[in-house]
């Protein structure tokens, strides 16, 4: 039996010391999924914790087939679609149905410039309206699908294909206005 199998084992027993062994190990990579998808570092916070309750209750659940850190991302994604559905109604967002909606094809070419920072862009993608950056998050991190994002969500797929649009627009200028500003100073 592997160290990580003994971990899981002392979870599913409801060991504290192997839950604070499997969270302190996994807490900055699943901190990092929570700022993508939360309007703030609190929140994020607290996506996480809600987030590593389900896994704690739910980890007899886990088959074994895989490494764990899909298993645990996938929970983290989830809890963070369900904190965001939760507090949609205290977001400001807009109106989804009267959002033009824009084709965007499924391969088309999204690229962020080297020479921005991880912070910098982080803190974009954070500051967008909550649709927008959902979507991008789903789309371009997680891979999905605008079909199943929509299901996720509950909204239509036209929806989801301008919330991407719209996102990387934002994306875009605001790391350029951003670059442009930079070199003015320098």
């Known amino acids: 039996m592997g160290l990580e199998d003994k971990i899981i084992d002392g979870c599913i027993t409801g060991s504290r010391k192997s839950q604070k062994v499997l ?52 929970i983290v994604v989830n809890t963070a679609i369900n ?16 959002i033009a909606e824009t084709d965007v094809e499924e391969g088309d070419n999204f690229q962020i410039p080297d020479y921005h920072s991880a912070e910098e862009v982080l803190k974009v993608i954070q500051d967008m309206p909550e649709g927008y950056r959902m979507v991008l998050n789903l789309y371009i991190v997680e891979g999905y699908k605008h079909k199943e994002i929509a299901e996720i969500l509950d909204i239509n797929i036209g929806t989801s294909k301008s919330q991407l649009s719209k996102a990387k627009k934002i994306i875009q200028e605001k790391l350029a206005h951003r670059y442009k500003e930079i070199n003015r100073n320098e």
């Open 83 to 98: 904190n965001y559905k939760k507090n949609l109604k205290h977001y400001y967002h807009s109106d989804i149905e009267e």
């Open 23 to 74: 969270f302190d190990y996994f807490k900055s990579s699943m901190m990092s999924v929570c700022l993508r998808y939360c309007k703030s570092r609190d929140e994020a916070e607290d996506v996480l914790m809600m987030a590593f309750m389900t896994v704690f209750s739910e980890i007899h659940t886990f088959r074994r087939e895989g490494a764990i850190d899909p298993w645990i991302r996938r």
